[in-house]
């Protein structure tokens, strides 16, 4: 019954290889995000989607790529991984609107270990 | 977006009634007040939101003075679980989430 999974909880990868980590919800919301927090435990947005579309796209290298099949699901694929892409990544779903946009559901994370 | 002013860290034992407060001079007419809970190894996970006066719910009350530029969520009688980071974000809809440093609870028993 988990609202927002998240795929894989861990992944360690050597530098300059591509990955991936999947999002699913099951709340019904039409908004999905991805999330990244840093080791000092700073949490910054990187993309946000409504309905299968491209809200919010922070400055992030263009090596991170978000995918949305559905509004159920947000993928996030990342090419030639770099030491500083270690974080954990945390992807949300909300409502589109005022406020409840900032009623967000949070996944459990993806803990990046690049090497 | 307005920003928001936090303590970094924060004491407290079971049993008593903490109150953190958050500053926010530059708060916009149309901006909400939203507190977050984040475990370690968990994501954030939302407790409250206000837009003016006082609003309570199950796990805590957020009070908002009239000139809005501040707001203090309080937590009633907290545990060694209430041990987490709480951060306060002001925006609106169409704003993206910024999440500050938050403030560091740490209950002890």
């Known amino acids: 019954d988990t609202a927002v999974s998240q795929t894989p909880k861990y992944l360690v990868t050597q530098m300059g290889n591509d990955k991936s980590i999947k999002c699913e919800q099951n709340?019904?919301?039409?908004?999905m995000y991805w999330y990244k927090q840093d080791s000092k435990k700073f949490l910054k947005i990187m993309f946000s989607?409504?309905?299968?579309?491209?809200?919010i796209n922070e400055t992030v290298p263009n090596r991170f790529s978000p995918k949305s099949p559905d509004k159920a699901h947000l993928n996030l694929h990342i090419n030639s991984l770099e030491l500083g892409d270690s974080a954990v990544y945390f992807c949300?779903?909300?409502?589109?609107?005022?406020?409840?946009?900032?009623?967000?559901?949070f996944g459990p994370g993806t803990r990046l270990t690049v090497t | 977006l307005a920003k928001t002013t936090q303590p970094i860290s924060m004491d407290s034992y079971e049993g008593q009634e903490v109150n953190i407060t958050c500053s926010h001079n530059?708060?916009?007419?149309?901006?909400?007040i939203t507190w977050y809970q984040q475990f370690p190894s968990q994501g954030p996970r939302f407790i409250i939101q206000?837009?003016?006066t006082k609003v309570t719910n199950e796990v805590a009350s957020l009070f908002i003075p009239a000139d809005r530029k501040s707001s203090t969520l309080s937590l009633p009688r907290v545990s060694l679980s209430d041990t987490a980071v709480y951060y306060c974000?002001?925006?609106?809809?169409?704003?993206?989430?910024?999440f500050g440093a938050g403030t560091r609870l740490t209950v002890k028993p």
């Open positions: 974000l002001v925006g609106t809809g169409n704003n993206d989430m910024r």
């Open positions: 530059n708060i916009a007419t149309n901006d909400y």
């Open positions: 949300a779903s909300s409502y589109l609107g005022t406020s409840a946009f900032y009623e967000q559901y």
């Open positions: 989607y409504n309905n299968k579309e491209l809200i």
């Open positions: 709340l019904g919301h039409d908004t």
């Open positions: 206000g837009y003016k």
